[in-house]
């Protein structure tokens, strides 16, 4: 359960975000690209080197995502209805990966807030990534 | 085992000159307050009760340092990791009895204080070979449940 104060905290954050958000959103996927190699798999078709269009554009998508998510956080379920749609039925990302580009998103947002990114921070980032992980995953089976 | 280039060895060797003492103690706190149900196991601890009482405990920053210590001798034995923590393994498991999926999520807290601390520089190479080390870690602390 997230608190008003948490939920508060976690559209600052994604709208503090918003103005940088292809190098926040590209950064976390660079680095789930090289921790976990794997994920590079469903990426097959797009160029993924560093800072290129592609990354940026997908990166920018991600933290759009996160901060609309954020600002609807009560009506989670069916504000992200088309993309859970889209993650579930077209792309068919395995489940587990979802955890993997939240702890690579917690890691970039902790490199750019540095110590802002206290305890009460993360443990609301947390909370809600792997909340909006489980709608994504929510309509595979 | 993990194999490990020049280039790896240099990189967990150069995060690790990097950490301050106080890295476990945040660590633990923080996998404390995120995942509270690894509360369970600190009972002897006292105030766990709130971010603040856990942020000002003074046994979760004493045992942080422990932990810290001990991840110290992997540092130091990259090579041999699983024997270095044979008997810490046992004694989580059969003494203390931690589920071992909590290792994850301590790695995991302490790479998220590492990535605040060095800030850019924890760039997206240096987090896969700094995280590499730490799941062989985590491995080998799981290696002696039976
Ligand atoms: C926090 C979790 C995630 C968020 C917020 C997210 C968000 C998005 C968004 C907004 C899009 C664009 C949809 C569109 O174009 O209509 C997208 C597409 C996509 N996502 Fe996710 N996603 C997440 C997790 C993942 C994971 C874990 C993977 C795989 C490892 C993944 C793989 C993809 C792929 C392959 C595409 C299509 C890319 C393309 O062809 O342009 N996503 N995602
Ligand atoms: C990187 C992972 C970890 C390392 C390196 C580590 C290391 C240690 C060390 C060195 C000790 C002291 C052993 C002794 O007294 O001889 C210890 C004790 C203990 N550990 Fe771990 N540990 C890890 C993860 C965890 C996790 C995730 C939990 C539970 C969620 C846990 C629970 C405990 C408990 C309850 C004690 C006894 C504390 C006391 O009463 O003083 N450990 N650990």
Redesign the interface.
């Known amino acids: 359960m997230l608190s008003s104060y948490e939920k508060e905290l976690l559209v600052t954050i994604w709208e503090r975000m918003l103005p940088i958000a292809e190098d926040i959103g590209s ?1 976390a996927l ?2 789930m ?3 976990f190699p794997k994920t590079k798999t469903y990426f097959a078709h797009l160029d993924i080197s560093p800072r290129s269009a592609h990354l940026l554009s997908h990166g920018k998508k991600i933290v759009e995502a996160l901060l609309e998510g954020a600002q609807n956080i009560t009506t989670l379920t069916t504000t992200l209805a088309p993309l859970s749609r889209f993650h579930a039925y077209q792309l068919r990302i395995h489940p587990t990966n979802f955890k993997l580009l939240s ?1 690579c998103i ?2 970039t947002l ?2 750019n ?3 802002e ?1 206290d ?2 921070a ?2 609301a980032m ?1 909370k809600y990534l792997s909340a909006f992980a489980a709608v994504l995953a929510e309509k595979y089976r | 085992m993990a194999d490990w280039t020049d280039a790896q060895r240099k990189t967990v060797a150069s995060v690790w000159g990097q950490l301050d003492a106080e890295i476990g103690a945040h660590a633990l ?2 996998v404390l ?2 995942y509270p149900w690894t509360q369970r196991y600190f009972g002897s601890f006292g105030d766990l009760s709130t ?1 603040a009482a ?2 000002g405990n003074g046994k979760v920053a004493a045992h942080g340092k422990v932990v810290l210590q001990a991840l110290e001798k992997g540092v130091k034995n990259v090579d041999a990791i699983k024997s270095t923590y044979t008997d810490l393994s046992r004694l989580h498991c059969l003494t203390l009895k931690v589920d071992p999926d909590n290792f994850r999520l301590l790695a ?2 302490l ?3 590492i ?6 520089a ?1 760039n ?2 240096v ?2 070979t700094w ?1 590499k080390f730490l799941s062989a870690c985590v491995i080998a602390l799981g290696s002696q449940y039976v």
């Open positions: 950064d660079l680095r690209f090289t921790t702890h917690l890691v902790a490199i807030m540095k110590d990114f305890p009460i993360h443990a947390d | 706190a923080r307050i995120v971010a856990i942020l995991d807290c790479t998220i204080v990535a605040t601390k060095l800030g850019a924890f997206p190479q987090q896969a995280q």
